[in-house]
């Protein structure tokens, strides 16, 4: 499994695939082990054998509880964007089955901390027993909704959203260190259904008061859960803008530098006939300033 996503470069750097080589997949899920038939099906092929869980495919924790844990190319590009290293603090928003929490756990090492937030009580509970077992002691699960952060044990140096987010929480920028990344899928709900979301991985870093980085296609991953679940209505309007994001991409052949203010903040939002583009969410205003 991690030599393919090496060789698809969804994996680039010695510390995450050190990180892919050490975690057992496996361990973070109930047999028979349940696989995704490909990315964008529901429909799960359930097997007594450990073996068939290390493809690049979403898996089921258990027949009973299908929870997708996203396929490994995504969890890898989005942990490689987030740029996370020894010692650092990191928050894991929608931790799941606590597979990518252990994966993140590795790359901070023993001086290093990772809390995790679940929606689910009981998805918590399980995730906190396969870490333990797996003997992770610098790893917290917490339930909860993965929108208010967990202000208690903020700053953080990094924040991993691992379920496809509506917008970006004004909790996760409050709690974010300056020149932190925030690291999460942009997605929209739409023909995949309501627990599936599409879009794009956004990984920016913070520069006061303002994001800046960039986006690159894409995610399908499970929607989050909570206030920042994509609701029909703003999928609409994130699909729309995000297409036009790409349109404006193959016309400059480039990738372009993308800035983002919370409103809650008070820095000026420039006119958007000022910049190439500007796209509006709940919670934001992006752009791409003028070359």
Known sequence: ???????????????????FRRVRRHAFMVPPYGVATDALSSEFVYSPDPDDVYIDAATAINPAAPIR???????????????????????????????????????????????????????????????????YTNVTIRSGDGADGLPEAAPFDRILVGGG?????????????????????????????PR???????????????????MSPIAVCPALEGAMAPTPEESVRL????????????????????????KSGSRHIPDPAAVPWLMETRNTVMWVEPN
């Not at 929480?169 to 997605?187: H, I, M, S, Y």
């Not at 599936?196 to 960039?214: H, P, R, Y």
């Open 69 to 135: 844990c996203p396929a490994p190319g995504i969890g890898g590009r989005q942990i490689e964007a987030l740029s996370a290293g020894d010692s650092m603090r990191i928050l894991h928003v929608e931790s799941g089955t606590g597979y990518y929490t252990a994966l993140l756990a590795e790359i901070v090492g023993e001086r290093g901390s990772v809390v995790g937030i679940t929606y689910d009580e009981n998805l918590a509970t399980m995730a906190m027993a396969f870490l333990a077992q797996e003997g």
């Open 165 to 193: 987010a509506a917008d970006i929480a004004p909790a996760w920028f409050a709690q974010l260190e300056d020149e932190g990344r925030l690291v999460l899928p942009l997605c929209h709900v739409g023909p995949l259904g």
């Open 1 to 19: 499994m991690v030599d393919e996503l090496l060789r698809r470069r969804a994996i680039r750097s010695p510390e995450v695939e050190r990180a």
């Open 239 to 262: 699909a729309e803008g995000l297409q036009h994001w790409f349109a404006l991409e193959e016309f400059y052949r480039t990738d372009l530098p993308l800035c983002i203010a919370m």
């Open 196 to 214: 599936m979301s599409g879009g794009v991985i956004l990984a920016v870093e913070k520069n006061f008061d303002t994001l800046v980085g960039g």
